[in-house]
């Protein structure tokens, strides 16, 4: 065993010879090393120099014809690429992408258009308007813009919330700001929508302007999976009357979806058997079609066989056929409008109505819309610019509402297509939505037999992907706990409420981990590796060894008013002083450093005992490279532990402070009770400079103000 550690030892020095050796400076304190390598004071930022500096930015599009173009270019990415369109390489895949996506948005829109609570023509102009105004404005090439399950279910139940089915004849009462319509004039369901897609458009522009398109960071991929998955089942018990063809009434509020499946219960004496089953037999179909022999002739046919169309024409025929509607009291859509709607203005009085529901929307479109868009960007080596799909989004959504269109957003399933299709651009675009032209014009009229409960079946199967997303709590619990209850959180949250407040929960609890990581951030004792510059922790490295005299404390997170009792804490203890601490027994707290195993304080494992030898420290160096910036608090802690610590005998330094720590510390009067002398660039500069003896030519500390 031996040998063999000295054949590799010898074998590393080989191989480390033939390398150059980087020159080693002499070890010299955090004052030395700037006044060595130049350090460039901080520039104090006033307010007038930065409103100066953005009115500068802001203003910078009008100085010329020339940048002002290129700005208004900006913001249409059109005119950018599609001058360098390479129409002999990339129109084929295009037209390709945009029939087939074309196929799969007639009979996803007509059964998200029935979600939303609308009619399910209004489902099909939403595939088409907002498809058309993104390829404008958006910066994604595979993004598919129109119906989108989750959406469609805000939508709908905002509309149910301000127009309910039961009244006929509505109009606001603003009087006292209820969310319900009270009888004055007509209002139809298309109205209220409207006015949705106008307060969502409005929103989206809003956070573009004030440049929140960060917020997107404190959506993870947990609370984005969470979320859409409790949604898929609010989604799934939305159908359920379609396919027993009964009618429920509306339930809000906690356990919503408790009551709902309460109340089917109740109803399935009276269900439509004939329903049932074409709702099932349609079901099996799309599953038989999409998970066997979809995945089989993949090899042969680049684009999906369109099982969902195929069952449309099929249900159609044999509905008309026998005359469901008339025979077994089917349910059927009916007349379909001929054309497109003509445009008019959205009620205006309507938006405060809906701009809460609108806010949570617009965060839905976006978040799902950028991260399909990145995730595509990724695999395909393009960028995509999400201040720049916020004002996509806000331009396509203001534009939509003028015909007839609820917010729109991107969906996976469509975009997936678009790639598997080999689509290069969003010119894809104008070729699905001349398909839809088609059906909106010439075949609608002929889809009025065209049972309801086989558009029910469509989103159920459709629902699948997102079922799937609980496969993630198992890698998630091995990966992180933290991770793991962020999106248990999310889905219950969604479950038991509804989506808006489920949404809104969601966000707060994401935001409450993030600061529960940095209050109960880990700390370790370091030890030296043998042979190199490297001090690692103690508990996780077998050879680290401790440096005689010399305590290394590394806290691993932001020091702040949230956790600076935890720090102190944890220094206290590992000095050895827990007298300081005054807070009983907690000794047995959850640090790392304070693991403590009586039965191996002898031998090998004494210098990793962090209350062993308590008496033998004399230096306790504090790693700050993990300390991203601190505050007031955790300036003022410092303060505190370096008086303390030096009543007691024990002087402290601190190694690798970055330079918006060393700023505050000097702001808040820290380095006038510490001299400059105690930091230290690196560990391993404070490390020598002690063992060397070096420390009191340096002076390790001021007098105490």
Not at 29 to 50: H, S
Not at 138 to 153: E, K, M, Q
Not at 351 to 356: A, D, H, K, S, T
Request: glycine share 6%; hydrophobic share 50%.
């Amino acid at each position: 065993m031996q040998a063999t550690e000295i054949a590799m030892s010898q074998e590393r020095s080989g191989n480390a010879a033939d390398r150059p050796t980087p020159p080693r400076r002499q070890p010299m304190n955090q004052e030395e090393f700037d006044e060595r390598f130049g350090l460039i004071a901080a520039r104090r930022k006033t307010a007038r120099g930065q409103l100066k500096k953005e009115l500068k930015k802001n203003c910078a599009p009008c100085r010329s014809g020339s940048a002002l173009l290129a700005t208004i270019a900006s913001f249409v990415p059109i005119v950018t690429w599609l001058p360098r369109y390479r129409w002999r390489t990339d129109l084929m895949h295009d037209v390709i992408g945009g029939l087939t996506v074309g196929i799969m948005h007639v009979p996803q829109g007509m059964a998200y258009g029935v979600l939303a609570s609308l009619d399910p023509v209004y489902g099909l102009y939403t595939s088409f308007f907002p498809a058309l105004f993104y390829m404008f404005f958006g910066t994604s090439r595979h993004n598919s813009l129109g119906v989108f399950a989750v959406v469609s279910l805000m939508v709908g139940s905002v509309r149910l919330r301000v127009l309910p089915d039961e009244i006929s004849t509505t109009a606001m009462d603003v009087m006292n700001a209820t969310t319900t319509i009270s009888a004055v004039d007509r209002l139809q369901p298309i109205t209220v929508v409207t006015s949705i897609t106008l307060a969502v458009g409005l929103v989206q522009l809003a956070m573009a302007l004030m440049r929140l398109d960060f917020l997107t960071a404190y959506l993870s991929d947990q609370v984005v999976a969470g979320f859409t998955t409790g949604a898929a089942c609010h989604v799934f018990a939305a159908q359920l009357n379609k396919v027993l063809n009964v009618n429920l009434p509306r339930h809000t509020g906690f356990l919503r979806l408790y009551f709902m499946v309460e109340e089917l219960a109740f109803a399935l004496p009276e269900a439509n058997l004939v329903t049932v089953a074409v709702s099932l037999c349609s079901m099996a179909f799309l599953v038989f079609g999409k998970e066997l022999v979809n995945p089989r002739v993949k090899t042969l046919i680049p684009v999906p066989i369109p099982f969902e169309l195929i069952l449309v024409i099929i249900g159609t025929a044999v509905s008309h056929f026998f005359n469901f509607k008339q025979h077994y009291h089917v349910k059927v859509v009916e007349a379909i409008p001929v054309g497109l709607p003509a445009p008019t203005l959205p009620r205006l009085d309507l938006v405060p109505l809906v701009i809460g529901d609108a806010i949570g929307i617009a965060i839905v479109i976006f978040v799902v819309t950028v991260s399909m868009g990145k995730l595509f960007a990724k695999r395909h080596g393009y960028r995509v610019d999400t201040r720049q799909e916020l004002y996509a989004l806000g331009f396509m959504e203001c534009l939509c509402s003028l015909f007839s269109v609820y917010p729109a957003s991107t969906a996976l399933a469509r975009s997936l297509v678009y790639e598997a299709a080999g689509t290069k651009t969003q010119l894809a675009t104008i070729f699905s939505c001349g398909l839809l032209l088609i059906v909106i014009y010439l075949v609608g009229p002929l889809l009025y037999a065209l049972p309801m409960c086989i558009l029910a079946a469509i989103v159920i199967v459709a629902l699948k992907g997102m079922f799937m997303q609980f496969t993630q709590l198992i890698s998630l619990w091995s990966l992180s706990k933290m991770d793991f209850l962020v999106w248990l959180v999310s889905f219950l949250a969604t479950f038991c409420y509804d989506v808006t407040e489920g949404l809104a929960i969601s966000i707060a609890f994401a935001l409450l981990t993030v600061v529960f990581r940095s209050q109960w951030a880990r700390s370790h004792n370091l030890g030296k590796l043998p042979g190199t510059g490297d001090y690692r922790d103690l508990e996780r490295y077998d050879h680290a060894a401790e440096v005689r005299g010399v305590r290394i404390f590394r806290f691993e997170g932001p020091l702040l008013f949230t956790n600076v009792e935890r720090f102190k804490r944890s220094v206290h203890l590992l000095s050895g002083h827990a007298e300081l601490e005054a807070a009983g027994n907690e000794e047995e707290d959850e640090v790392v450093i304070v693991r403590a195993d009586e039965e191996q304080v002898d031998g090998k494992n004494e210098s990793k005992n962090p209350l062993a030898r308590k008496a033998r420290i004399v230096h306790l160096v504090i790693d700050c490279s993990a300390i991203s910036y601190t505050d007031c608090m955790g300036a003022n802690a410092m303060k505190e532990i370096f008086n303390e610590m030096r009543n007691h005998g024990v002087a402290i330094y601190f190694a690798k402070a970055n330079a918006q720590v060393i700023d505050l510390f000097r702001a808040s009067g820290f380095l006038e009770i510490v001299s400059k002398a105690n930091f230290y660039p690196s560990v391993e500069d404070a490390v020598t400079c002690i063992t060397s003896g070096n420390i009191a030519a340096r002076g390790v500390a001021k007098s105490t103000v």
